[in-house]
């Protein structure tokens, strides 16, 4: 054992983006209790996160969230041994917000501080629950990320490939934008997507056969917005549900293909996937399958811990702390564009 304290209880908050959440871990996995506050609604009307909102928000409700989660918890401050919160990447004005409350408390308490990289998080998130992490190849699809990670063990990472501009999220959402959905446009197009033929467009498969992991959506994204201005009349909800069926069969298409020949190019038997696109049923589905044909164990996070929550942020400190990793000076800086660590500098 390390000569560092072993956190037996963890808090966690996690404020990157527009989610403000909190969450409660055992330094075993096991999360206690995990409570997020949703800004969706606040946002809806403007199309997107507006990071003003954003922050004043999270001001508003982080209090208030930690004393309902320590209250159903049965718990008080006193009873933990450590605290964590995200410390990017995401939008600085959010990632402050926490980061500097967690930090408080922790100084409050005379307690270890772990700052959290919020894509650290969302890889390890399939393993919620389990005081160990398996190696594994990781897809990490979300609204601001995409990438293919070879996980050795807890900080032992290699990054394979990162999409080359925008994320596959962020691409379902733009999408559902043209298409005049209901914000955010992901959940929607998967709703509407069994409705739809996914043949009935023929969008790009971009980077389908690059020879690497690397991925890149905007041509997809451009796709559609020449598709819809073609189209001479605008599209009805069949239309639509085409549409969304075929941009969708295109995106699910790469992430699977790629995703499964990381797993074989690199030995890999555990295939995980999480961030908030792991939600998409299509991908599940699509990936299931292939792992079911190539003989692969597939571990998705739970859809509970795949969108942007602190569970995920407690379970990383937990590790961290079961893996003798340091806890974090206090005087750590935020980073909005931190990345995660890799044992190799260069990206394949």
Request: with cysteine; net charge negative; hydrophobic share 40%.
């Amino acid at each position: 054992m390390s000569e560092h304290e072993v956190p037996s209880l963890i808090l966690a908050i996690e404020t990157s983006c527009d989610e403000t959440a909190v969450a409660v871990c055992s330094v075993d996995g096991e999360v206690v209790i995990s409570k997020v506050a949703s800004q969706i609604d606040i946002h809806a009307p403007h199309g997107g996160v507006v990071p003003e909102l954003a922050s004043r928000n999270h001001n508003n409700t982080l209090r208030p969230l930690i004393e309902q989660t320590l209250a159903e918890a049965g718990l008080v401050l006193e009873d933990f041994a450590a605290v964590a919160a995200t410390s990017g990447p995401g939008l600085a004005s959010s990632l402050l917000i926490g980061d500097t409350t967690a930090k408080a408390i922790a100084l409050g308490l005379n307690k270890p501080f772990y700052s959290v990289n919020h894509i650290e998080g969302h890889l390890l998130s399939p393993f919620i629950g389990s005081p160990q992490v398996e190696g594994n190849i990781s897809l990490v699809v979300s609204g601001g990320h995409t990438q293919i990670v070879q996980v050795k063990g807890v900080n032992d990472y290699r990054i394979l490939g990162s999409t080359l501009d925008d994320a596959a999220g962020e691409a379902f959402d733009k999408v559902g934008k043209m298409l005049g959905l209901p914000y955010p446009g992901g959940p929607e197009i998967d709703r509407r997507a069994p409705f739809g033929n996914p043949k009935a467009f023929d969008f790009p498969r971009s980077m389908k056969n690059s020879g690497d992991f690397r991925f890149s959506f905007s041509g997809i994204k451009t796709s559609v917005f020449y598709c819809l201005e073609k189209l001479s009349d605008p599209p009805n909800e069949e239309t639509i549900n085409d549409i969304c069926a075929s941009f969708q069969a295109a995106v699910v298409e790469i992430l699977t293909i790629k995703t499964v020949a990381a797993a074989k190019q690199t030995g890999e038997n555990v295939v995980t996937v999480s961030g908030g696109v792991s939600c998409n049923r299509g991908l599940r589905a699509s990936l299931e399958r292939a792992a079911n044909s190539e003989s692969l164990n597939l571990v998705l996070a739970e859809p509970g811990f795949s969108t942007d929550n602190a569970a995920m942020i407690a379970y990383t400190a937990a590790m961290h702390a079961r893996n003798d990793i340091p806890p974090s000076p206090l005087d750590q800086d935020i980073d909005p564009n931190l990345r995660l660590s890799e044992i190799t500098s260069s990206l394949l």
